[in-house]
């Protein structure tokens, strides 16, 4: 029954090692996203995609590679990762509806990853 | 500037007191405008909308001021439960590209 799922809840890794976090969502949202929260809770958009195709990308290093296989999903492959990729990942969903606006986004249950 | 600013916090208050909550934004052309809670160690979930007219969703009153870029957050009667981090949103173009303040925290005390 959960709306927006992420796997896996907790990702503990030795630095430079490749990792990947699953996102799904059954709602029949348009769009997906890829949200950063550091140590500081700074909640930071990373990429968005709507129905397979990148719309956002905010700067991230290309050692970050989102996937969307199709639009119920969006997973996140990190390569060569760092101690500053520590912190916990959100997947998000809403439509995409550029002509309205209060379309919430709903969030999955976060990916706390610790890099050591 | 950032995109989005938020009170510094953390507000610590006791129960049943009323708090506000204040925001700007720098983007004149934004067009949505949320408040979301974030529990510790959670995600964050969507507390309301705020309308250009102002909105009331219980013992919470959301306001925007378009020409002051200003949002604000009031609540009223303060429970216990409302201790989170409270995150002003904004949707910064057409693209649904919502942008988060930093939050502030806010601890309801017995």
């Known amino acids: 029954d959960t709306a927006v799922s992420q796997t896996p809840k907790y990702l503990v890794t030795q630095m430079g090692n490749d990792k990947s976090i699953k996102c799904e969502q059954n709602?029949?949202?348009?769009?997906m996203y890829w949200y950063k929260q550091d140590s500081k809770k700074f909640l930071k958009i990373m990429f968005s995609y709507n129905n397979k195709e990148l719309i956002i990308n905010e700067t991230v290093p290309n050692r970050f590679s989102p996937k969307s296989p199709d639009k119920a999903h969006l997973n996140l492959h990190i390569n060569s990762l760092e101690l500053g990729d520590s912190a916990v990942y959100f997947c998000?969903?809403?439509?995409?509806?550029?002509?309205?606006?209060?379309?919430?986004?709903?969030f999955g249950s976060g990916t706390q990853l610790s890099v050591l | 500037r950032k995109e989005v600013e938020q009170d510094p916090g953390p507000f610590n208050v006791p129960e049943g007191a009323t708090v506000a909550f204040n925001c700007t934004y720098s983007n004149s052309a934004s067009q949505s405008f949320f408040w979301y809670r974030q529990d510790c160690r959670k995600e964050p979930k969507l507390l309301m909308s705020?309308?250009?007219s102002g909105n009331e969703d219980g013992r919470f009153t959301a306001q925007l001021n378009r020409a002051s870029q200003y949002i604000s957050l009031l609540i009223r009667d303060s429970k216990l439960s409302d201790s989170a981090t409270y995150l002003c949103v904004v949707n910064r173009d057409s693209y649904d590209k919502v942008i988060f303040g930093p939050g502030t925290s806010l601890s309801v005390i017995p």
């Open positions: 998000a969903s809403s439509h995409l509806v550029p002509t309205t606006t209060n379309e919430k986004l709903f």
């Open positions: 705020v309308y250009s």
């Open positions: 709602l029949g949202h348009d769009t």
